[in-house]
């Protein structure tokens, strides 16, 4: 394999594993958005109830650093063909939304 083609198979690989675990700043739900800074009550009442909620642990950047701190997930999907959407929340507030597979 040549070098062109080497440095494509590197360029799709790298975008692939970045859509992975892609992280969104909003979530469109009907004609409004929900963002990063949103209370649970917002999110409620613009997107509705989520599908499935849990708890647990993820790492989020809390005063300049990275700490690991406990969440609320909640799933959001659209439709059977729409990407599956994460909201995270600690302590009532949205802290990150990831957009997750099919």
Do not use: F
Not at 63 to 89: D, I, M, P, Q
């Amino acid at each position: 394999m040549d070098t062109r083609n080497t440095g494509i198979a590197l360029a799709v690989a790298t975008l692939w594993a970045l859509c992975a675990a892609a992280q969104a700043d909003s979530y469109r739900c009907g004609r409004q958005l929900i963002r990063t800074g949103d209370s649970a009550a917002d999110v409620l009442q613009v997107c509705g109830e989520p599908r499935y909620k849990d708890r647990g642990q993820a790492t989020l950047r809390l005063g300049g650093a990275e700490k690991s701190a406990s969440v609320e997930r909640w799933y959001y999907k659209k439709s059977r063909r729409s990407l599956e959407h994460v909201v995270l929340l600690h302590k009532g507030r949205v802290v990150a939304i990831e957009v997750g597979g099919r």
